[in-house]
């Protein structure tokens, strides 16, 4: 087996596409096959399969894929620690996050590390936990950016807390609910709301609330999965919401809400952190985007 072929699988894989794959390669489409016939015989298994519409890999494929795209990246970042030790790295940090902490987290750490280091530079990937968990396994990202356990960790894994943020009801500043001390969940239960679609956990929390107090359903109004949406549809109106603290004191586009204390609390604080492959190559510009979260998050928590 050699390290060209597992490449050289990575990139069919990706591309659905023996053709596709040999032009990105820069190598002859025969020249590729060869070397992926060379790969299953060395290995005594099938790990592709051509169909009318493509190529896909078959179940030792989508195995095999899993560790051979890991070992290139692993290399692909060593050849990269190298360039930065010798002042020719970029500083590339792959960073995977979900829609929350790309609102307000993510850019204050982004400029601060760019602003910092003068050769950084970033590349960002969204999206569910258990798909950024499954990049970072496979060396595709180098960090996942989001809420931590407070349990154990996967052994392969390792996690560094950045904050603990909380959840807040939210309104205009103009609400007449803004400024006024802790308020009970009857309260509130006499305004519609504007909840977030995906946030299922969050929502069921604050359903709870109004059942314990007796207080029925929520007068839910507008369902919406962008938090900048929603904070445009409670300026200058009756409507509640709810969102993480932290955005609202960092983020110009929220400036106009404040938080809506309740007694008792709704939501537990939530912890976020950084999670990263425990026996994976951190380059040094990792480790200098992670100490600008920290910095980031030391500011909200001292706020």
């Known amino acids: 087996m050699e390290l060209r072929q597992l490449k050289h699988f990575d990139e069919i894989v990706r591309a659905s596409s023996f053709g596709r794959a040999a032009d ?19 290995l005594g298994c099938i790990l592709l399969e051509r169909h009318p519409a493509g190529v896909t890999a078959t179940d030792y494929g989508r195995v095999f894929l899993d560790h051979a795209t890991l070992v290139t990246s692993e290399l692909d970042r060593a050849v ?14 792959r960073v995977g996050a979900g829609a929350t ?55 392969d894994l390792r996690q560094e807390s950045v904050l603990e943020d909380r959840i807040t009801v ?11 001390e802790p308020l009970s969940i009857a309260d509130l239960a006499a305004h519609k709301w504007v909840l ?3 946030s299922e956990s969050e929502g069921e929390a604050l359903q709870r609330a109004f059942r314990a107090a007796n207080q ?16 445009s549809l409670l300026k200058g ?36 952190g950084v999670t990263y492959r425990r026996r994976g190559v951190m380059l040094q510009s990792t480790r200098r985007f ?8 030391a500011e909200l928590s001292r706020g």
């Open 24 to 42: 990105k390669l820069n190598i002859t489409q025969p020249a590729l096959s060869k070397s992926i016939r060379n790969l299953e015989r060395s």
């Open 101 to 155: 902490m790309s609102k307000y987290l993510l850019p204050q750490a982004v400029k601060r590390y760019i602003q910092g280091d003068g050769q950084g530079r970033v590349t960002f990937r969204d999206g569910l936990k258990d798909e950024l968990l499954a990049l970072l396994r496979r060396g595709e990202i180098d960090v996942m950016v989001g809420s931590i356990g407070r349990g154990p960790v996967d052994e």
């Open 290 to 297: 992670i100490n600008r979260l920290k910095d980031v998050g």
């Open 216 to 231: 029925g359903t929520i007068d839910c109004a507008v369902r919406t999965d962008s938090s900048l949406f929603m904070a």
């Open 170 to 180: 939210v309104a205009d500043a103009a609400h007449p609910l803004g400024g006024r």
């Open 80 to 93: 990269e620690e190298l360039n930065e030790l010798k002042g020719r790295g970029k500083g590339v940090v």
């Open 237 to 272: 109106s009756q409507f509640l919401s709810y969102l993480p603290a932290a955005p609202i004191a960092l983020d110009a586009a929220y400036a106009h809400l404040v938080p809506i204390p309740t007694e008792p609390a709704i939501w537990a604080p939530v912890p976020v």
């Open 196 to 198: 977030p679609d995906g």
